[in-house]
């Protein structure tokens, strides 16, 4: 065999090793090829108060020349319906698990108790039903549902177990805000994924996806690849949520306009502001008005995603590190926009959201630290890396992986309290379930990036993170509540812990 070739050979049979299966890009992703936004939809819980869902198994195509991937959703065959609930309702949930395996179903962004929160110690079988009562008692928001089955949530909510769950407090038109569903008021699932080379959908761990967590190399919308939207020329909502597994999105406008911030996880900013770039980390929501008056086509981007591990890490890996470059160094399509004939309702940008957000406490009951550790055993690609039996690497956070059995902390109901998350090697997204906090400090020192201001309940841990905590909900020890890192194979691989609070 010629030399090259040997080498171009062996180097392909190497990556498909490291990543599991290779990046395909296909044919169905030519521009003039692109699918149309679906958009789920909008099931309104406002009148009946009653929610009913169905997790199944489901035959999606993703692109329209696609073979069919097998895939799992809520009501539908893959992602699930978008939920409007309003603020005061009380929710009776029934959730039917039709899959065949145990699933647990999360309420993430929902401020309810412990027994009701859908956390790991919730699963339900095969064939039974779960029925908590959710008491919507926040502010408006745009909250999300998903599998949290312990360990197998990366791969379940990489199926398609995920949701969008509104709350709303039916003020839109007072606050000058865009909201007719799919017209102007747009809720977009952002999810990278890969395919083989029909089209189906792919989810083989390679090493670095268990370390790194797994990243596609094409950006889906609520199902579709980088499609395309119809928008009336005026100003319009997009309630964006990153679902995706590990990827951190860098978000732009091909041609620089502004996006104008409105809300972050937990509910609305004071005001509207601009940024010609947000970063949206897994886990995250935020809402942002776009003008689109100047009848312009203009598409969505993303940038490279460059969180794949500081020196410690990559002095470890330096060996493998050329395997990780391509897609991820690469400017990614997510969605184009076609300003169309219609103007839609809003065509100025409103300045004042909501009333003032105020201070972030400073008075607090307790302060705990918090360190999320990639546990890697000091020995590359050897046993303390592959740890758990050969399955993957062991993570945790205080040097300790999760365990169902161990409580990890006791907190005082109606309490307020300061925590400081630290990571090394990689950002992490932390999460924290039943609650919304204020981002005290971040990895810029000073004041709080422009993605952390505002009421939330997930934070990008870059090196540290301080956070002022409100504990509203109890939770008994039976059903306690969670904190864990929102790089799903990382939450699957132990960095994790939770709390009860009485
Ligand atoms: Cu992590």
Redesign the pocket.
């Known amino acids: 065999m010629d030399r090259r070739l040997f080498l171009k050979s062996s180097l392909a049979a190497a990556t498909t090793t490291a990543f599991g299966a290779t990046a395909t890009k296909v044919a169905w992703a030519r521009p003039n090829a692109r699918p149309t936004l679906p958009m789920p939809g909008l099931l309104d819980l406002t009148q009946t108060g009653r929610l009913d869902l169905v997790a199944q198994q489901g035959r999606h195509r993703f692109g329209q020349d696609s073979a069919p991937s097998s895939t799992f959703g809520y009501n539908q065959a893959y992602l699930g319906p978008i939920v409007r609930a309003n603020q005061g309702q009380e929710i009776a949930a029934r959730i039917l698990n039709d899959l065949r395996e145990p699933l647990a179903t999360h309420w993430h962004g929902l401020i309810v108790p412990g027994e009701v929160d859908g956390g790991p110690h919730q699963a339900i079988n095969p064939g039974e039903v779960w029925e908590p009562i959710l008491p919507i008692d926040q502010p408006p928001s745009t909250a999300w549902f998903h599998a949290h089955t312990h360990p197998h949530t990366a791969r379940q909510v990489y199926s398609g177990l995920a949701g969008v769950f509104q709350i709303s407090d039916g003020r839109d038109d007072e606050r000058g805000l865009p909201h007719e569903h799919g017209v102007d008021d747009l809720t977009l699932v952002l999810q990278d994924r890969r395919f083989d080379e029909a089209g189906r959908l792919s989810y083989r761990l390679g090493m670095f996806d268990r370390m790194q ?1 797994f990243r596609g190399d094409q950006i889906v919308v609520n199902g579709a690849p980088n499609p395309r939207s119809s928008v009336p020329r005026s100003i319009v909502r997009l309630r964006l949520l990153n679902g995706s597994n590990a990827r951190i999105y860098h978000l732009r406008f091909d041609d620089g306009r502004p996006m104008h911030v409105i809300a972050s996880d937990s509910g609305y900013w004071s005001d509207a502001v601009p940024t010609n770039e947000l970063r949206l980390a897994p886990g995250e929501r935020f809402e942002v008005l776009v003008d689109f008056s100047d009848g312009r086509d203009v598409s969505l981007l993303t940038g490279p995603d460059q969180n794949r591990g500081g020196p410690g890490m990559m002095g470890m890996m330096s060996n493998m590190r050329s395997f990780t470059t391509g897609f991820l160094d690469d400017d990614l399509p997510i969605l184009s926009f076609h300003p169309g004939g219609r103007k839609g309702a809003i065509d100025r940008m409103p300045e004042k959201i909501d009333d003032d957000l105020g201070q972030p406490p400073t008075n607090f009951a307790r302060k705990r630290r918090f360190s ?1 550790d ?1 546990m890697l055993g000091g020995m590359p690609m050897g046993g303390g890396m592959m740890g758990r039996g050969g399955a993957g690497p062991t ?1 945790g956070i205080n040097g300790r992986a999760f365990d169902m059995q161990h409580i990890n902390e006791q907190v005082s109901l109606g309490t307020t309290e300061h925590w400081v998350i630290e ?1 090394d090697m ?1 950002m ?2 932390f999460h924290i379930h039943g609650v919304r906090f204020r981002v005290l400090a971040d990895e810029t020192g000073q004041a709080p990036r422009l993605e952390n201001r505002g009421y939330k309940d997930t934070v990008l841990v870059d090196g540290r993170a301080e956070v002022a905590v409100e504990f509203t909900q109890p939770a008994a020890r039976e059903t306690p509540l969670m904190y864990h ?3 799903l194979e ?2 699957d691989a132990g ?1 994790m812990g939770h709390f009860s609070v009485s």
Do not use: Q, T
């Open positions: 967590g999320l990639m993570m990571s990689m992490h997204p890192c929102h790089i990382h939450e960095m």
